[in-house]
């Protein structure tokens, strides 16, 4: 069992292996001791004096150290960990992010273990959250499954803190769409994807009307922009791939995006032709450019191209 680790990446995923690693610690090391720091709390002098050998209280030692991001660039660190053995203390770092030609990777790279942890998307997205659904007892129908995974923003963090909540409202059976829209807070992300469905099929007075909600309950302008531009280039592949006949499992398999969503979007995109498509994503761009030049804001780029994609009818 090496007692060397550095866990980083995503942190739900992370979070697990690091409880996970840490419960074995302490269950097969005799009698340890459990020291935790943050990184900025951590001196270099203190880590070597922890590694020193046993204490008065305990045969072994467990340091775990979060936030390990704030060890990288003093070379004390990789230093003291190349020279120690770890015979009887185990060293746990955890971080958001190690560059692996930093030296701290590279010292538990050669003595121990390193392991990163990805950000799942799409269906592997889709498979973290209805595990992590599962795993908490949270009951949801169909519809409120799907809306669901839309709204979480692909954040396993936040799909755990929501499962618990919804687990606690599963006992009379699923929870509905309409129980879920009540219970899981959304910060207004939740008519981010009505608003993508009123544009998508030219319901523009409604899409402004939610536009204008989005924005007054403080959803980020550049968070709507970007995930607009994603939503256009979704339209655009799935467009070019229909026209040629792929069925939409086939669509599914070579795009990563859920069978249900691939359906929705082919009816979406018979509202345009793949020459409107293209300008709507040259729109973005052209918007995009004057924000980053300073002629424009991004909410009024946002109105600008509900206004100027269609005239306002519905």
Do not use: C
């Amino acid at each position: 069992m090496a007692k060397l680790v550095l866990y980083h990446g995503e942190p739900y995923q992370r979070g697990k292996k690091v409880k996970k690693a840490l419960n074995a610690w302490q269950e097969n090391m005799p009698n340890p001791e459990l020291y935790k720091f943050e990184g900025k709390q951590l001196e270099p002098a203190e880590l070597e004096q922890l590694l020193g050998g046993a204490s008065l209280f305990s045969e072994t030692k467990i340091i775990h150290v979060s936030q390990a991001d704030e060890l990288v660039g003093n070379d004390s660190f990789p230093n003291i960990i190349k020279k120690h053995s770890f015979d009887t203390e185990g060293l746990l770092l955890e971080a958001d992010s190690v560059r692996k030609n930093a030296k701290l990777y590279k010292a538990v790279d050669e003595k121990g273990k390193t392991e990163k942890f990805s950000a799942p998307s799409g269906r592997q997205f889709k498979g973290h959250a209805t595990k992590i659904l599962n795993e908490r007892g949270a009951q949801l129908d169909g519809e409120a499954r799907k809306w669901f995974v839309e709204v979480m923003e692909e954040d396993l963090l936040r799909v755990d803190s929501e499962a618990r909540k919804l687990a606690l409202y599963s006992d009379a059976g699923p929870v509905t769409l309409k129980e879920a829209r009540e219970i899981v807070y959304a910060g207004g992300k939740d008519k981010m994807f009505d608003f993508f469905d009123a544009l998508f099929n030219k319901k523009n007075r409604e899409a402004i009307g939610l536009l204008e909600d989005m924005l007054k309950q403080g959803v980020e302008e550049g968070k709507i922009f970007y995930t607009l531009a994603k939503e256009v280039r979704k339209l655009i592949k799935i467009q070019d791939l229909a026209s040629r006949g792929v069925s939409n499992d086939d669509i599914t398999a070579k795009t990563g995006i859920y069978g249900w969503l691939v359906k929705k979007k082919r009816g979406q995109i018979k509202n345009f032709t793949a020459e409107e498509l293209e300008e709507f994503l040259h729109l973005l761009q052209r918007e995009d450019q004057k924000v980053k030049q300073g002629q424009t804001d991004l909410d009024d780029a946002l109105f600008r191209i509900v206004y100027r994609t269609y005239a306002v009818e519905n």
